[in-house]
C-alpha cells in the first residue's frame, strides 16, 4: 500500500505519545497494509522485561483504523503500567496509619 505524507506524519504524531502511558516503551512498530480491500493498521509497542503489545484493526478508513489501534494499545499499556505499580507495594517506611491505632 502506498503510505501518503500526511498518513506517515499523523501516524509520528500519535505514536510519539504512546511512551506517555508507559514510560519503558523501547520501540514502536505501525504497520499499514491493504487486506481484502479494506485498511488495516497493526501496532507492535516493545517495552522493557520483552513486554510486547499488539493492537490490529479493521476498518474502512485508514486514519480510523489508526486511531481504533491507537486506543487499543493505550488501553494496554495503562492496564500493563497499572499492573506494574500494584506489584511494587507500598514504598518502605511509609506508614498507612495502622502504627497509629
Known amino acids: 500500500m502506498e503510505v501518503t505524507d500526511a498518513m506517515r ?25 491493504m487486506e481484502a480491500d479494506r485498511p488495516m493498521a497493526e501496532i507492535v509497542v516493545q517495552a522493557s522485561r520483552k513486554a510486547t503489545f499488539v493492537a ?15 486506543h487499543k494499545i493505550t488501553g494496554q499499556l495503562r492496564r500493563h503500567k497499572d ?14 496509619g495502622l502504627a497509629n491505632q
Open 56 to 70: 490490529i484493526a479493521h476498518n474502512e478508513d485508514m486514519y480510523t483504523c489508526i486511531d481504533q489501534c491507537l
Open 9 to 33: 506524519q499523523y501516524v509520528q504524531t500519535k505514536a510519539a505519545k504512546l511512551p506517555r502511558y508507559y514510560g519503558n516503551v523501547q520501540s514502536i512498530e505501525v504497520i499499514l497494509d
Open 83 to 96: 499492573r506494574v505499580r500494584d506489584r511494587q507495594g507500598m514504598p518502605h517506611g511509609t506508614t498507612d
